[in-house]
């Protein structure tokens, strides 16, 4: 390859070009950076050794911090971040479309845990595991590996839809702020300089919140001494994350997305948990507005209480199921376009070998092999690994398969939308989906006990992968199509990465399981890792096929609430989202989307307020790129027990880190202002 072919060689640096964030004209077609006829390399020695370092860094981190606080921490960004620093300390720069293949590679640590650990613990809280160290490791692994091949071939044919035909119409948070750290590392000079300096305020507001406890991340009017007849009488508490990445967050997502998912908090914290503890002082007066939110309790009869979350469950629910409807055509489109490309040659520009080398899939044949040879691996796992004991085995391990094959692929373009349009897709919500299904259909085949709920454990860790791998791959898509990357690289990259990512969590599930245990604390493991997603994964288990009852009212509440919004011309899942996710996380969401808006309106020239929306966004990503680092961080120092205490009071932490958000959201505003027009 000449150096004129070689981008890392040209004079000018690299940028994204001016119709990459906005809906393109009629007859206007989108070029990359890197045109599909400029000749670079994708796949090299140098991103495929650091891609699978990343996997072995970030894949024990993230399930650390999933275990103990049943989040999942976001591995692209700083995945993306090291990639960059790496390339401006290397003798040869790094191309662009060579670090989106480091993030295809290094990604699957996070999209692995965020499937398999959501639920793979619960295995060790209702004793399923297997007999042998074997067994136990096998069991594991093979489900997020299945899961996450299984998401990306389901995707592969709706890439089109999400990245050329919705182009501009979907914001993409994520995949914004990783390809402005890309962009912003190639050019160098200010952009580079704002990335840097932003990325390094993230970093030490949110580390010194986290890990020093310097202010409360959380501010919450609980704290507040006038506020406590309301608190523990009417069960009205307004809270708000304090971090810097959430704000950044919000400022990419927009008002009205923002908007959508705080009504739905408001509806669920001011409307609904106030409402239960009103009509049922008995069962939740005694407890505080996070535990009638969340459920999970022990009521006065001895049975387990629902809590406000199951209806934003039953929201998600409907409005998986509504979009699935919407997006019927596009589906049937998907069908098509696999079935055109199995049975006939493909024509140029489709997917396939042929056409733009922007436009490569996996061949459609490969894809239909692949998905064949997996359900049969998939079939032989449930047959002889689930449901072996059971009379009937094979008749419901042939039902399983369907059901997992079915559920994934409708639910992938959800979790692909999700992603497209707030950064944030309910795997968990949508996997208790999962389970409540495959409980209801193999409970009527006669399935219970401890071999129902492995069963649906089992399905619902294959369909969590996928769902996972869905929703990253989708901004990988993105992040591929604005650069010039060839899908089928980023697709097979994935795929790839998931045996050693797979590998690497599973050792670290069995690890934590035998050194903290999960769950309840008992003799043995006093101090266990609490697994938060993975307990409400065994709770659904034993209440369907463990003796206990399903919350099916507040489902349907939740269902008809979903389709009474759809019908006002609302996005149902960005609501639902909204009474599924606790309204700290979605209010500082909504502020940031405001600054945003101001910003994009602080001036009547169109073209300063462009450079100061661009500048806000750069901003913006730098905060959620620090904020994701600083996560990882704190789990290291919390691993090496580094956890100081400054022993200040909580009332003066909370305010003070109410102060430090209002004053980082000021900053975001004035900094971008500073922002000139380019003539």
Not at 28 to 33: R, V
Not at 334 to 362: T, Y
Request: glycine share 12%; charged share 10%.
């Amino acid at each position: 390859m000449s150096k004129a072919q070689d981008p890392s060689q040209q004079a000018g640096p690299l940028s994204l070009p001016e119709n990459a964030m906005r809906e393109l004209k009629p007859g206007e077609t989108y070029i990359p950076c890197i045109p599909a006829q400029t000749g670079v390399p994708e796949v090299t020695r140098r991103s495929v050794i650091f891609g699978i370092a990343m996997i072995l860094l970030f894949s024990a981190a993230a399930s650390y911090i999933a275990l103990k606080l049943g989040q999942g921490i976001e591995t692209a960004i700083p995945i993306g971040i090291l990639a960059v620093g790496f390339s401006a300390m290397a003798r040869r720069k790094s191309i662009l479309i060579e670090n989106v293949n480091i993030l295809a590679i290094g990604a699957t640590s996070g999209i692995l845990v965020g499937g398999s650990v959501f639920v793979m613990p619960a295995l060790f809280m209702l004793n399923l595991q297997g007999t042998s160290g074997v067994g136990t490791f096998m069991q594991i692994f093979l489900v997020p590996f299945l899961g996450a091949v299984l998401g990306v071939l389901f995707l592969i044919p709706f890439r089109k839809y999400f990245t050329t035909e919705m182009h501009g119409k979907l914001p993409f948070p994520e995949a914004t702020a990783t390809t402005e750290i890309l962009v912003a590392g190639e050019k160098g000079g200010s952009s580079a300089k704002v990335l840097v300096y932003s990325l390094g305020i993230g970093i030490v507001l949110d580390y010194l919140a986290l890990t020093f406890r310097t202010w409360s991340d959380v501010f919450s009017t609980s704290v507040i001494p006038a506020c406590q007849s309301l608190t523990d009488k009417v069960k009205l508490v307004f809270s708000m994350n304090t971090s810097a990445a959430v704000l950044g967050l919000g400022m990419i997502i927009g008002v009205r997305y923002a908007s959508i998912i705080m009504a739905g908090s408001l509806l669920a914290f001011f409307g609904l948990i106030p409402l239960f503890g009103f009509i049922s002082p008995e069962i939740y007066g005694t407890h505080t507005y996070r535990e009638i939110f969340f459920g999970g309790f022990t009521g006065p009869d001895g049975s387990t209480v629902a809590g406000v979350r199951s209806i934003g469950i039953g929201g998600i629910f409907a409005a998986g199921v509504i979009s699935i409807l919407k997006m019927s055509k596009v589906i049937k489109q998907a069908l098509q376009q696999v079935l055109s490309q199995v049975f006939k040659k493909p024509v140029g520009g489709g997917s396939g070998d042929s056409g733009s080398r922007l436009e490569r899939d996996i061949k459609m044949s490969t894809v239909m092999g692949l998905g064949v040879a997996l359900a049969v691996v998939i079939f032989i796992y449930f047959r002889f690994v689930a449901v072996a004991s059971e009379p009937n085995a094979t008749g419901i391990a042939l039902i399983s398969l369907i059901m997992t094959f079915l559920i994934v692929f409708l639910f992938t373009a959800v979790s692909a939308w999700a992603i497209a349009m707030i950064s944030v897709t309910p795997i968990s919500g949508m996997t208790i989906t999962t389970l409540i299904i495959a409980a209801v259909i193999l409970s009527t085949l006669g399935l219970a006990g401890d071999s129902g709920m492995l069963a649906i454990l089992l399905i619902g860790g294959v369909v969590c992968t996928a769902l996972s791998m869905a929703g990253s791959l989708v901004t990988q898509f993105k992040i591929g199509q604005w650069l010039g990357s060839t899908p089928k690289t980023i697709q097979w990259s994935n795929i790839i990465g998931s045996v050693l990512a797979s590998l690497v969590i599973t050792a670290v599930i069995i690890l934590f399981a035998n050194v903290y245990g999960f769950g309840q604390p008992t003799a043995e493991h006093p101090n266990p890792l609490p697994a938060p997603q993975a307990s409400a994964m065994a709770a659904v288990a034993k209440a369907f096929l463990g003796g206990q009852g399903a919350p099916w009212m507040l489902y349907l509440a939740g269902a008809v609430t979903a389709v009474a919004i759809s019908m006002l011309g609302i996005s149902p899942l960005a609501f639902a989202l909204g009474m599924y996710l606790p309204i700290e996380l979605n209010s500082p969401i909504l502020l940031g989307a405001c600054v945003g808006w101001l910003i994009s309106h602080s001036s009547k020239d169109e073209k300063t307020s462009k450079a100061r929306s661009e500048k806000g966004i750069l901003i913006a990503s730098g905060l959620i790129a620090g904020g994701a680092l600083a996560g990882v961080f704190d789990a290291l120092s919390k691993t090496l027990g580094f956890e100081p205490e400054l022993g200040l009071s909580e009332g003066f932490k909370n305010w003070l880190g109410l102060f430090v958000f209002l004053g980082l959201a000021t900053w975001l505003y004035w900094d971008s202002k500073k922002a000139k027009a380019e003539h």
